[in-house]
């Protein structure tokens, strides 16, 4: 319980304490080890994985696969490939000299290296191992170390390797349904393919990622398939292509984050456009900086007048048909939530227990500009403006000086200017957040 919730502190503890009970023959079993390399690379630590070898060896203790495969994940964590290829030739050598099934390196081992040299972008020995995996007679290939040597290839820069291992994997799903590719190995294809500016690879992808992949393909994943498609246009030179793509990505998502990839690749289709046919139908900030702190423009706490938590609803009812939100404050005048008129639900209820806790907060120093972002993004109708973080870098506990409202954006944005556009026969809306 303790290792896999990352407290090694307690779980050595308490193998110091009750040992005596995981004990095999008077000595700690394998097993005990393994969980404890295990639980070193969950918190982040995986050098002090790769150092248990050394007391495994001294106890003479008999490593199995599982104690090879966690040490070459801890290695590749560690991104100490060498470390890695000498266990994994330790392990080899020792179930060829033992003769023991059992310690040969199996699909997961293979995966583990794969995803080592992938991150390296080591394309010689990416390609070793695919090599030496397709000729293991013994070793089945599934679809996750299929996936594997594609995002392996993917990274070294090999887009023909990769699409070759692709059109292996379609061709052995015809005879095994169950190594079809997942939704994420066609996104992996397609992004690859967006950047080299291929849209009709793009396309033949887009369409082939409802047909053929296995399992259901999120929203996340039809949203991005759709930003490639428009990306891989517009890196093609197919300017119309983009801009229609972009068209039905605004019938169909509405939004977009312009921090997002594909955020980026509409913000470069308006500046092609202009704002003379600008598809966007962009706001301006004329009145403030985006860089500027928010303090300059928030509203001071007061002047929303707070309410204490310990409240009434009753009391306060007409207050809350008047605005949408107002912030509550405890006894001590912190903070604590805010109150938005839906949740109100009993009369006789006090306000902290229908609140939303804890509130959307920001610092003084906070730019304008991400303030917007966080009430686009997040839909956010208030967000309390504190003094200053504490020591662990959150706002928790800090005293609130000001608010910003959604309100208060509504009035500071500007339409662009007609002078600066012309009226559209067709007038689309796509919130950019």
Same mark, same amino acid.
């Given at each position: 319980?303790?290792?896999?919730?990352?407290?090694?502190?307690?779980?050595?503890?308490?193998?110091?304490?009750?040992?005596?009970?995981?004990?095999?023959? @008077?000595?700690?079993?394998?097993?005990?080890?393994?969980?404890?390399?295990?639980?070193?690379?969950?918190?982040?630590?995986?050098?002090?994985?790769?150092?248990?070898?050394?007391?495994?060896?001294?106890?003479?203790?008999?490593?199995?696969?599982?104690?090879?495969?966690?040490?070459?994940?801890?290695?590749?964590?560690?991104?100490?490939?060498?470390?890695?290829?000498?266990?994994?030739?330790?392990?080899?050598?020792?179930?060829?000299?033992?003769?023991?099934?059992?310690?040969?390196?199996?699909?997961?081992?293979?995966?583990?290296?794969?995803?080592?040299?992938? $991150?390296?972008?080591?394309?010689?020995?990416?390609?070793?191992?695919?090599?030496?995996?397709?000729?293991? $007679?013994?070793?089945?290939?599934?679809?996750?170390?299929?996936?594997?040597?594609?995002?392996?290839?993917?990274?070294?820069?090999?887009?023909? @390797?990769?699409?070759?291992?692709?059109?292996?994997?379609?061709?052995?799903?015809?005879?095994?349904?169950?190594?079809?590719?997942?939704?994420?190995?066609?996104?992996?294809?397609?992004?690859?393919?967006?950047?080299?500016?291929?849209?009709?690879?793009?396309?033949?992808?887009?369409?082939?990622l409802w047909l053929d992949s296995a399992g259901t393909i999120s929203l996340a994943a039809q949203q991005e398939a759709d930003h490639l498609l428009m990306e891989s246009a517009l890196n093609n030179g197919q300017i119309d292509a983009a801009v229609e793509n972009l068209t039905k990505i605004i019938n169909r998502w509405k939004c977009i984050s312009w921090t997002s990839r594909g955020g980026m690749v509409a913000l470069r289709i308006e500046v092609l456009l202009g704002f003379n046919k600008s598809m966007l139908s962009p706001y301006l900030l004329p009145q403030v900086l985006p860089g500027n702190p928010i303090e300059r423009i928030m509203l001071p706490l007061e002047t929303v007048r707070p309410l204490p938590g310990s409240l009434e609803l009753k009391k306060v009812v007409m207050r809350l048909y008047r605005e949408p939100v107002v912030p509550i404050i405890?006894?001590?005048?912190?903070?604590?939530?805010?109150?938005?008129?839906?949740?109100?639900?009993?009369?006789?209820?006090?306000?902290?227990?229908?609140?939303?806790?804890?509130?959307?907060?920001?610092?003084?120093?906070?730019?304008?500009? $991400?303030?917007?972002?966080?009430?686009?993004?997040?839909?956010?109708?208030?967000?309390?403006?504190?003094?200053?973080?504490?020591?662990?870098?959150?706002?928790? @506990?800090?005293?609130?000086?000001?608010?910003?409202?959604?309100?208060?954006?509504?009035?500071?944005?500007?339409?662009?200017?007609?002078?600066?556009?012309?009226?559209?026969?067709?007038?689309?809306?796509?919130?950019?957040?």
């Amino acid at each position: 319980m303790f290792i896999y919730a990352g407290d090694l502190r307690r779980a050595n503890g308490l193998l110091a304490r009750f040992g005596f009970l995981l004990r095999e023959g @008077g000595s700690s079993s394998i097993l005990t080890y393994n969980l404890l390399m295990k639980g070193c690379i969950n918190t982040g630590c995986p050098q002090a994985a790769i150092n248990l070898h050394e007391e495994i060896q001294l106890l003479g203790l008999e490593p199995d696969r599982l104690t090879y495969n966690t040490l070459i994940f801890a290695c590749v964590k560690a991104e100490n490939l060498e470390a890695a290829m000498r266990f994994f030739k330790e392990m080899n050598d020792k179930a060829q000299r033992l003769c023991c099934s059992d310690l040969y390196p199996d699909v997961i081992t293979y995966t583990t290296l794969l995803m080592g040299f992938g $991150h390296a972008k080591d394309l010689h020995s990416v390609q070793k191992i695919v090599l030496e995996m397709k000729s293991c $007679h013994d070793l089945f290939i599934d679809r996750t170390a299929f996936t594997a040597m594609v995002d392996a290839m993917l990274n070294c820069g090999s887009i023909k @390797g990769a699409l070759c291992i692709f059109g292996e994997i379609l061709k052995q799903a015809g005879a095994n349904v169950d190594l079809r590719p997942k939704p994420h190995l066609y996104l992996s294809m397609m992004r690859a393919f967006a950047d080299w500016g291929d849209y009709n690879m793009v396309k033949n992808l887009h369409e082939r990622l409802w047909l053929d992949s296995a399992g259901t393909i999120s929203l996340a994943a039809q949203q991005e398939a759709d930003h490639l498609l428009m990306e891989s246009a517009l890196n093609n030179g197919q300017i119309d292509a983009a801009v229609e793509n972009l068209t039905k990505i605004i019938n169909r998502w509405k939004c977009i984050s312009w921090t997002s990839r594909g955020g980026m690749v509409a913000l470069r289709i308006e500046v092609l456009l202009g704002f003379n046919k600008s598809m966007l139908s962009p706001y301006l900030l004329p009145q403030v900086l985006p860089g500027n702190p928010i303090e300059r423009i928030m509203l001071p706490l007061e002047t929303v007048r707070p309410l204490p938590g310990s409240l009434e609803l009753k009391k306060v009812v007409m207050r809350l048909y008047r605005e949408p939100v107002v912030p509550i404050i405890d006894d001590w005048g912190i903070c604590i939530g805010l109150l938005h008129r839906e949740d109100c639900c009993e009369m006789n209820a006090p306000l902290s227990a229908m609140m939303r806790s804890p509130p959307p907060c920001v610092t003084t120093t906070t730019s304008i500009g $991400h303030v917007v972002d966080l009430v686009l993004k997040k839909k956010y109708k208030m967000v309390i403006v504190v003094k200053h973080s504490n020591l662990n870098g959150t706002t928790h @506990g800090s005293r609130a000086v000001g608010v910003f409202t959604a309100e208060q954006l509504h009035n500071v944005v500007a339409p662009v200017p007609e002078g600066l556009k012309q009226k559209h026969t067709v007038r689309r809306s796509l919130t950019m957040f």
